[in-house]
């Protein structure tokens, strides 16, 4: 007992802590937990609560008991094909038939009602206090019900089976009155229009009275009306045993009418039982296919099958494609509900590439950079696909607050175990806003790492270096870190090349001389303008020679190989100054000796 108090404690804890919701622990228990509960029930509580509580739990352990059978829950005592041999008999059959297609629309309105009860109470629940037991046994008695009432209705549609086949195997024996069953059939044809007029009579009597305000007249007319409805159900009931009975007649002799009188029982039903009229058409018409199947075959049954017949088969596919297979948080998923999910994502797949095929068409007629055309394509890929995601969700029918909730639930995890992807996602964002770097930029990260921008996404951009190798780095570290666009704004780039000439040169020679090589090398990516213009400058007077910068400008995609465009100035640089027999020192360095001893100055001598 104590052990038991302790797990309820621990539930009601839990689900303070977690807030209010549905405790699950009590809709899935067993018949043992719900007798311990009951044992270990408040005593001090008010007596009305104390005894609502106890006989919910009574109900709860005999539906407990019951799903915990393995027995199937039966509704009458068929198991097996019955041995049919009159009409009479086959009457009969057909008279549970309809009981058991009525008691199965029945259940079905049950369970549509605890559904709603359960709606209610779950509101009831998260709005209130979730360790409120009354509320939660509620829960767990409908819940439960609506799982017994569910297997009641499968155990009933095994019987309908068997009737079927039952029906099927036993027509070829049946001596049918026809004559007698179509005077029946007809005479409580007769008999129920005098019913509906004799209740229309009645209703327009009460209207009267209305006006006169005479209520005791108008309880005895209501009564009257009661009694007359009880009498039109069964009518009705009779009435279709025996257009059943007239159906399997000219089913058994293989008529052509039969398909025209099956039309009119649909009719009669439809007209008859307008709040039951689904449930009804449905059974009967999968038992009729099942016997002309049986009985014609299925070539002549298709023949046979008219526009409307066509149109039934249409809908038990629609009925088949939207029946639930399986629940997501209390909605039910169907077949229908996802195919039209797929088809969405597939659309959205498809208008996505349809965007992206327009905005580079767009970029080749308006002169679109590579880079603006990148943002447009990867913003609008990511915008149609969320909006596709959520369409589809909205589809299936799944409530987008829930959603909401779990993913305020996992929040904090997907905040530290996410950090870096949300974040690298978040900066390529800025990149592609402010448009710092862009597609066909050339960019230096750190010494070793350089190279052109060949793509930018959503969590790191790919720069390929001269080398041809393609280094991928995240969005946060160009964000964060220090990045030398060399391209930016233009292709223009200012190279300093380096050199040095022996002491007793003139500098003002050197200055002309590299400058008129420079003019004269050819080089197109030379580039010159009122501001930026080639100069040679005299830097120092180092140990060894006097050193000089060449500064020229380059403009096109030679900035991209400063290598190359040193090289090749400097190669220029040397050639100039050996022709004009300027000498380009190296590295000297002299030796004075002071003193020697005598024995090294004589083996010198020798």
Known sequence: MLKLRLILLFMVVQVLLMGADVNKTIVSANKDFYLKLEKSLDKNQPKDILSLQKTLLKKLETLSSNLESNKTVTVSSITTLPSITNQNEYKQLFVKYLNDILQKD????????????????????????????????????????????????????????????????????????????????????????????????????????????????????????????????????????????????????????????????????????????????????????????????????????????????????????????????????????????????????????????????????????ESTQTLLINLGHYFIFIVTFFIALNVLGIDLSSIALVAGALSVGIGFGLQNIISNFVSGIILMVERSIRIGDYIEIDDNTRGRVIDIRMRSIIVNTTSNIDIIIPNQSLVENRVINWSMNDKIRRFEIPFGVAYGTSPEKVIEIVLEAVKNSGCKSIFTSKDRYTKVVMTEMADSSINFELFVWIAGKDIFYPKSITSKFLILIYNALNEHGIEIPFPQQDIHIRSLDESIISSIKK
């Open 106 to 369: 029945s259940y079905n309105r049950e369970i549509l009602k605890s559904q709603k009860n359960l709606k209610s109470l779950k509101k009831e629940i998260s709005d209130a206090n979730a360790s409120d037991l009354t509320k939660q046994l509620f829960y767990a008695f409908y819940k439960k019900q609506i799982d017994y009432l569910n297997k009641k209705i499968s155990s009933i549609d095994k019987e309908l089976e068997i009737y079927q086949k039952s029906f099927a195997n036993s027509l070829h024996n049946i001596s049918f009155n026809n004559k007698k069953n179509i005077e029946m059939s007809k005479t409580y044809e007769k008999s129920l229009k005098k019913i509906n007029s004799k209740e229309s009579e009645l209703k327009l009597k009460i209207e009267r009275l209305k006006l006169v305000d005479n209520n005791r007249s108008i309880e005895n007319l209501k009564k009257q009306i009661n009694q007359l409805e009880v009498q039109k159900k069964d009518l009705i009931h009779k009435k279709l045993v025996y257009d059943f009975l007239i159906f399997s007649k000219l089913l058994q002799d293989k008529k052509e009418e039969l398909f025209e009188h099956e039309s009119s029982i649909y009719k009669f039903i439809e007209n008859h039982y307008p709040n039951r009229y689904e449930i009804l058409e449905d059974d009967l018409s999968q038992l009729f296919k099942y016997m002309k199947k049986e009985i014609l075959g299925f070539i002549k049954t298709l023949e046979g099958e008219s526009v409307e017949d066509i149109k039934e088969q249409l809908l038990d596919v629609w009925n088949f494609i939207n029946r639930p297979i399986f629940n997501i948080n209390d909605t039910p998923i169907s077949i229908f509900k996802i195919i039209i999910a797929i088809i969405i994502f597939i659309i959205g797949f498809f208008i996505s590439k349809a965007y992206k095929h327009y905005i580079r068409r767009l970029a080749l007629n308006k002169n679109m950079s």
